[in-house]
């Protein structure tokens, strides 16, 4: 996050624009902490893994919108650059979409995509997935050399909400023997056939078998039902343990790769504010970076992109994937495709239903 601002503040001064901070997202701009950043006032950010700003998941209800648009009026604000995940969206979304009724909202607003979970829209990935994904890389390794002298099952649990990015990813490259997505969910009967898979594994000589799931893959086979169930079907033959990657996914200082694409990503979207300033127009837009390009696409029709339910794009290049487990453990079976659900629902039903980001 702090890679990214830093970006805007001091490509926007090269603009020529004035940059404010807000602090702490939409209830800090409609509690007045907002305060002009100056060249100096990000010095060190490009590297550092914090949110200087402060990140917050709220997404302004219809009653709070009046007192923003008085906010926006009141620092003089022309255009919005909005750093953040699937609420920040759905709240720009929100903005956008009652402009007829607040004319403050009537100014450019462009989304980058920040989150570790890389379930936004109109982009491949999202700043801070890289070194989220880097961080949980290094953990499994090293809860993979922790079992070098014994037989053993490790069951650990990756963040990404309802997206299995983080998951499969990590999978790969771990050399994850299974991994349990929410986009493909978990049946009983799937679970029967891994065990025996296991088990045969473990007879034929193996020491070390991964799974990993995906914190929302299944409400009820939990990381701790999993490792029970593995247990129970080990008879002795193998231990099993479980782990959950946890916050360490959120921290870290950003991968180069981040600290590149943040700074692609705000240079795009600070030009078309400074095109849309010109022009006297307020299309608003989220940015992204799209088989090696950085684009952007229309806000107001972002729905178009997403299962809003899931909060994860309808299309996920990463799930092309997916047959990647099963190909290089090729004794334990190729997987399944995903079958992706049909959900309807709108972005104004999503952003009431409010769930964190
Ligand atoms: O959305 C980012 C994320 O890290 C999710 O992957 C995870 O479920 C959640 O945030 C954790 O939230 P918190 O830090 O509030 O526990």
């Not at 709240?91 to 995509?113: G, N, S, W």
């Not at 343990?241 to 180069?256: E, F, N, S, V, Y």
């Not at 790769?257 to 095109?275: E, G, N, P, Q, W």
Request: aromatic residues 6%.
């Amino acid at each position: 996050m702090n890679t990214a601002a830093r970006a805007a503040v001091r490509l926007g001064l090269d603009h020529g624009f004035t940059m404010l901070g807000v602090y702490g997202g939409f209830p800090g701009l409609l509690d007045g902490n907002v305060r002009e950043l100056s060249w100096d006032d990000v010095e060190g950010w490009v590297g550092d893994g914090g949110a200087e700003l402060g990140t917050r998941r709220d997404i302004p209800s219809i009653e709070q919108l009046y007192s923003l648009g008085r906010a926006i009026e009141s620092n003089r604000i022309d255009a919005l650059l909005i750093i953040g995940g699937f609420n920040a969206y759905l709240a720009a979304h929100e903005l956008v979409t009652e402009r007829d009724r607040y004319p403050a909202f009537k100014i450019p607003m462009i989304c980058v995509p920040a989150s570790i979970d890389n379930n936004l829209p109109g982009s491949e990935l999202s700043i801070g997935a890289d070194t989220a994904l880097n961080s949980a890389v290094g953990a499994l390794d090293a809860i993979k050399q922790s079992a070098a002298a014994s037989r053993r099952c490790f069951v650990a649990e990756a963040m990404g909400r309802r997206c299995g990015y983080l998951t499969l990813m990590s999978g790969i490259a771990t050399g994850a023997e299974r991994v349990y997505l929410n986009e493909e969910g978990l049946t009983l009967k799937k679970l029967a056939q891994d065990s025996a898979r296991m088990v045969e594994s473990f007879r034929s000589g193996r020491k070390l078998y991964l799974v990993i799931r995906n914190e929302r893959a299944s409400e009820n086979y939990t990381l701790d039902v999993l490792a029970k169930i593995f247990s129970e079907e080990s008879e002795g033959l193998y231990d099993v343990r479980q782990a959950q990657i946890g916050h360490l996914q959120q921290g870290g200082d950003p991968t180069a790769f981040d600290r590149i694409m943040a700074t692609k990503l705000v240079a795009h979207a600070l030009d078309l504010l400074s095109d849309q300033l010109d022009a006297g127009t307020y299309h608003s837009s989220y940015v992204g970076l799209v088989e090696g390009r950085i684009t952007h696409h229309r806000l107001e029709r972002m729905d178009e992109e997403l299962d809003l339910r899931a909060r994860r794009p309808l299309n996920q290049w990463w799930m092309g994937l997916r047959d990647a487990i099963g190909l290089v453990n090729k004794n334990l079976g190729v997987i399944p495709p995903q079958e992706v659900p049909d959900f309807g629902q709108t972005v104004a039903q999503a952003a009431s239903a409010r769930e964190p980001d």
